[in-house]
């Protein structure tokens, strides 16, 4: 994501945002997963191992990769989304999410995953924001114990690749195994389906 000088918009005032930071909180503390969904098949590949991608996608670019690693891979995939959706302009997000990454804030999500026992492998995607990954998928992986699994990233990006996502991922989940991400360009997701390919096979998942 591209770095721009911060700007106190209406959209967003500082009045607002720290309103829905204790909102958001508050939320978080009374129930962490207003809305939780399960997925529920764990159908097992590669070797009797347990798959599932989770994802967050804004514009639809990390949806598109998702789609295509499901579609090579099988597993479970869930989508997470947003109780309160990002503004739709672009620089009110990037300055939203600059705020939510300072804050260490985690909005609430109305879908997720209440559940990881089942499975060994978990492939998380997201948008390089801010050189790490979205505040949704942060408050994901905050949330959960990855003691025992596998977890590899996939990135979309606009230029900053993978970012400093390998090393946050490790800080976040400390007894997991980190595996080798995929970096993928926002313009290039429609042609991604050979990269997914290479980068399933040098992390020895396949169907």
Same mark, same amino acid.
């Given at each position: 994501?591209?770095?721009?000088?911060?700007?106190?918009?209406? =959209?967003?005032?500082?009045?607002?945002?720290?309103?829905? +930071?204790?909102?958001?909180?508050?939320?978080?503390?009374?129930?962490?997963?207003?809305?939780?969904?399960?997925?529920?098949?764990?159908?097992?590949?590669?070797?009797?191992?347990? #798959?599932?991608?989770?994802?967050?996608?804004?514009?639809?670019?990390?949806?598109? @990769?998702? !789609?295509?690693? *499901?579609?090579?891979?099988?597993?479970? +995939? @869930?989508?997470?989304?947003? @109780? *309160?959706? &990002?503004? !739709?302009? &672009?620089?009110?997000? $990037? !300055?939203?999410?600059?705020?939510?990454?300072?804050?260490? &804030?985690?909005?609430?999500?109305?879908? =997720?995953?209440?559940?990881?026992?089942?499975?060994? @492998?978990? %492939?998380?995607?997201?948008?390089?924001?801010?050189? $790490?990954?979205?505040?949704?998928?942060?408050?994901? %992986?905050?949330?959960?114990?990855?003691?025992?699994?596998?977890?590899?990233?996939?990135? $979309? *990006?606009?230029?900053?690749?993978?970012?400093?996502?390998?090393?946050?991922?490790?800080?976040?989940?400390? =007894?997991?195994? +980190?595996?080798?991400? /995929?970096?993928?360009?926002?313009?290039? #997701?429609?042609?991604?389906?050979?990269?997914?390919?290479?980068?399933?096979?040098?992390?020895? /998942? =396949?169907?």
């Amino acid at each position: 994501m591209k770095k721009f000088v911060q700007h106190e918009t209406a =959209s967003f005032s500082r009045r607002s945002f720290i309103t829905a +930071i204790t909102a958001g909180l508050f939320a978080v503390a009374v129930h962490p997963l207003m809305a939780s969904t399960s997925a529920a098949s764990t159908s097992a590949v590669s070797g009797g191992q347990k #798959v599932l991608i989770v994802y967050y996608s804004r514009s639809g670019n990390t949806r598109v @990769v998702a !789609e295509s690693i *499901h579609t090579a891979l099988g597993g479970d +995939i @869930v989508e997470l989304q947003t @109780v *309160h959706p &990002y503004p !739709e302009e &672009y620089r009110a997000t $990037t !300055e939203q999410a600059q705020k939510e990454l300072k804050a260490n &804030y985690f909005p609430p999500l109305k879908t =997720s995953v209440d559940d990881i026992s089942p499975y060994d @492998v978990i %492939l998380v995607g997201s948008p390089n924001w801010w050189g $790490t990954f979205a505040s949704p998928v942060r408050g994901f %992986l905050a949330q959960h114990d990855f003691s025992g699994k596998k977890i590899a990233p996939f990135i $979309t *990006h606009e230029g900053s690749a993978l970012g400093k996502s390998v090393a946050d991922l490790k800080t976040l989940c400390p =007894s997991a195994t +980190i595996l080798d991400g /995929l970096a993928v360009r926002g313009g290039r #997701v429609q042609g991604s389906q050979a990269d997914v390919g290479q980068w399933l096979k040098r992390l020895d /998942l =396949s169907k």
